[in-house]
């Protein structure tokens, strides 16, 4: 399988209780026939996928994914539009463009 516009980034998360900081790998990658951006979070300490995401994305069109530290927000930016995956705790907040 042929992957392209591959990331990797460090999300820590500090959850309500804990000492220390969770630390999940943010992975992210399309792949060619298939047409997909992927997205996983695998939590460090256990090698357990807490979260996948999905989206068509033709493999010709560029794409880059990143994650922004300030607010756990994942966003992926193609000729599309952008797109927000939020991978914080917090259930709502608004986004102003």
Known sequence: MEIG??????????REG???????????????Y???????VIEIETGLI???HENYQL???PCLGFL????N???VLNKDGT?????????KKSINN
Do not use: C
């Open 50 to 52: 807490k979260f996948r």
């Open 68 to 71: 922004n530290n300030q607010t």
């Open 5 to 14: 516009d591959a990331a990797l980034h460090l999300l820590e998360i500090q």
């Open 18 to 32: 804990d000492k220390a900081p969770v630390k999940e790998l943010v992975v992210s990658y399309k792949q060619i």
């Open 83 to 91: 797109s927000f995956l939020p991978l914080g705790l917090r259930e």
């Open 73 to 75: 927000d994942f966003i």
């Open 34 to 40: 298939v047409n997909l951006y992927t997205v996983f």
């Open 59 to 61: 493999w010709e069109s």
